[in-house]
């Protein structure tokens, strides 16, 4: 136990998408109406659907505007299409289509979107706007991962919701292992990793192995910090964010992406109205990304962006600092 | 049953009821989209009132033919239409365009019972009705049926019924979208030959003539040259129009995507807007055309 909260129990680095693979099997094996439409970029459990139901490929090749209204028709006829891409593609390029075509009529329609600040795909792919464009869409669930237990099962809650739902597939460093596996996911709630006095850090997706790290170094200077794991950016659990406020009093959030939209700006607009204390958004500021293949949090990429835990810890000890 | 002078008659007769309600409509607005309305009305009166396999007033049927009215600013005359047919009650026509009401501005599928597709963003609705055409195809090919499917409407009998087919209604302006070609090459790819795609070809978008605002000639080889079986027609022909449509469903089984083009006029039927090529009426330019309709069609 120690420290952090039940079903906690940091482990090896694992990549959060790993989790995407058996989820989207297991639910494609127990509903026949589960389709993997492809936009070209291949896209989770492609090669048990190769073996196993190829006629439940959807191939839509390099025509995302195309592939988004043709999820639209086929979920109006109770089929549940998951469309996969980098976020560029499958949202970004497709934006009004989803918006027309899958959110206005809240057809059952699954997004696996890949964006982030990491990569080695270079500016074109490593989106880092993405919630900002996102988030402000009505009718639209947005889940982010932490760690590959929470992936699986966000996944299944993904595809048990009926209503069209985007899931972040973020590459970049590996965080480590955070869940036990019989963590309970529940779909609208942030998940308290570990409770503390002086100051929550919000994070999502990435940044939560990120911010485990941060809260290790502030330990060691006497801090108690907690870590509020947001795995589901809308709609907001505005009662744990509020929460986090009444019982830290200073609040860092902490994502992979521009805070402009992002978890930054919706957690900052909770705060306002409800609880209002010392914040600081942790994140990408207001510039696009670039190639960047770091495998740890500390390389290139994390240090021109500042994501690293120690500049997260910095953020922390600055909202702290503001409290007095 | 091919086409004769007594359905023509019938259809006729209907057409002028439709007008009638469509006159209605824009009384209560003095807004819509008029020019394109008149273009594919009758073709929608060929559909609604003979073709389709329908059964009203069951909107939601699940083996009903399905429409994907592509060209959404022009539901003015879809609407007049499905209160013809009882999906709607007559008393809708007095809200045309207003808050919460069941005709709104655009094609809106949960407002408005019958509508298949909410549209309003052109050239989306061909990825749409590719989309049902597909589910049509897995639906069958998951569960094929037991017997022959029940028809309702008098309507042409096929070797092998599709559960229902998919209709699609585009504009021709529409067609300068690049979204209605990646749909195209879809539903070649996977041999949709459920879908059938009209296109209201009336020579007019909104800035203009549509071969001046963005050739599209040749238009009929470009359908053929991306997989589609084409034909072209007299849209204001109603004898043409029912052989057409026949004629595409008794093709079905053969592998291809049907595109029907269908040669219209723009504003149909009423000289001033005939004449204006009025893509979208206001006020007096509808009470205009309204009451020189009146004048013709009683």
Not at chain 1, 115 to 141: K, Q
Not at chain 1, 161 to 178: D, M, N, S, T, W
Not at chain 2, 165 to 172: H, M, S, Y
Request: charged share 20%; with cysteine; aromatic share 8%.
């Amino acid at each position: 136990m120690g420290k952090y909260n039940q079903y906690v129990q940091i482990g090896e680095p694992e990549a959060p998408n790993a989790g995407f693979e058996p989820a989207m099997i297991e639910m494609a094996q127990k509903n026949e109406r589960v389709l993997l439409v492809l936009e070209d970029m291949g896209g989770p459990g492609l090669k048990w659907f190769t073996q196993n139901a190829p006629n439940r490929i959807i191939e839509c090749g390099v025509a995302e505007a195309n592939a988004a209204v043709i999820c639209g028709g086929l979920a109006s006829e109770g089929f549940i299409p998951v469309a996969h891409s980098f976020d560029f593609a499958l949202l970004a390029r497709a934006y009004n289509q989803i918006r027309q075509s899958i959110l206005v009529d809240r057809f059952n329609v699954k997004l696996v979107g890949r964006g982030g600040a990491w990569g080695d795909t270079g500016i074109s792919h490593n989106y880092v706007e993405t919630l900002g464009f996102m988030r402000c869409m009505p009718n639209l669930v947005i889940l982010s991962v932490a760690d590959a237990v929470e992936a699986k099962k966000a996944f299944i809650a993904m595809m048990q919701y009926i209503g069209p739902v985007f899931i972040r597939q973020e590459a970049g460093p590996v965080p480590p292992k955070i869940y036990t596996e019989d963590y309970p996911f529940q779909l609208g709630k942030a998940y308290s990793i570990k409770d503390g006095k002086d100051a929550t850090i919000i994070a999502t997706g990435l940044m939560v192995g990120t911010a485990i790290k941060a809260e290790e170094i502030l330990e060691k200077e006497g801090l108690d910090v907690g870590i509020l794991d947001i795995s589901t950016l809308k709609p907001l659990d505005e009662d744990a964010i509020i929460k986090a406020s009444v019982e830290t009093g200073a609040i860092v959030t902490a994502e992979n992406g521009i805070t402009i939209g992002g978890l930054g700006e919706g957690v900052a607009a909770v705060l306002c109205e409800n609880a209002p204390c010392p914040m600081v958004q942790f994140g990408v500021q207001d510039e696009f990304s670039q190639s960047g293949k770091d495998s740890d949090d500390r390389g290139k990429l994390a240090v021109h962006f500042a994501l690293t835990p120690e500049d997260l810890a910095v953020s922390v000890r600055e909202a702290i600092a503001k409290k007095k | 049953m091919a086409a004769n002078e007594k359905l023509i008659q019938e259809l006729r007769d209907k057409y002028v009821t439709v007008l009638r309600n469509m006159f209605e409509l824009l009384d209560n607005s003095l807004s819509g989209h008029t020019g394109g309305s008149m273009s594919m009305l009758d073709i929608i009166i060929a559909l609604y009132f003979h073709h389709l396999k329908l059964n009203p007033p069951d909107y939601d049927w699940p083996e009903r033919d399905r429409v994907v009215l592509s060209k959404a600013h022009c539901c003015e005359a879809i609407y007049s239409v499905l209160v013809e047919i009882g999906y709607v009650s007559r008393e809708s026509l007095k809200g045309y365009n207003e808050y919460r009401e069941t005709f709104q501005g655009h094609a809106d599928r949960w407002a408005t019972p019958g509508m298949d597709y909410s549209g309003g963003s052109l050239g989306q609705g061909l990825s749409f009705a590719c989309g049902l055409a597909m589910a049509e195809k897995l639906k069958t090919e998951m569960n094929p049926p037991v017997s022959e499917i029940p028809q309702f409407l008098p309507r042409l009998k096929t070797k092998h019924n599709p559960a229902y087919r998919t209709f699609c209604i585009l504009g021709d302006g529409e067609c300068n979208e690049g979204q209605v070609w990646e749909a195209a090459m879809f539903a070649n790819k996977y041999k949709l030959d459920n879908l059938i795609a009209i296109v209201d070809y009336n020579k007019f978008s909104l800035d203009g003539p549509t071969e001046e605002i963005m050739p599209m000639a040749p238009f009929a080889e470009k359908w053929a040259a991306f997989g589609w079986w084409v034909k072209e027609i007299n849209g204001h022909d109603m004898a043409e129009i029912l052989n057409t449509l026949e004629l595409a469903n008794n093709l079905y089984g053969d592998g291809k995507p049907k595109c029907i083009i269908a040669h219209t006029v723009k504003g149909h039927g009423i000289p001033s807007w005939e004449e204006t090529h009025v893509h979208l009426a206001r006020g007096i330019g509808v009470e205009v055309g309204v009451a020189e309709g009146r004048k013709i069609y009683g």
